[in-house]
């Protein structure tokens, strides 16, 4: 993040707020991104469960969750660089998380980032 003004930072910030808000209902009309990532949110989920067996989806804090969905679908589908995705998504469970989100979301997404294909390992 290099400035809480960065127009990507706010689409992110938009993003994931109403990506909270779609946990506990159905919002209308939600941007592209939003509606990308509630298509896929099983997916993402079973990735988010091999990265962190210990920690069943549904005992999962919702904002921390939806945090991941959203870096997970950037890591695979942006041309954003990996780290930038991470320290993005850490950004945002410092803001809108608990005390530990961002320790989580950090080790979740490294281990998802570990994981994946060597296709964008050197950035």
Known sequence: MKTATDPRHLRRREAVKILFAETYTDQPNPPELVQKIINQKDRLNKLISNAAPQWPIDKLNKIDLVILWLAIYELEEGDTPPKVIIDEAVELAKE????????FINGVLGTIYKEEPDKDKNE
């Open 96 to 103: 809108f998380g608990s005390e530990s989100s961002s320790s």
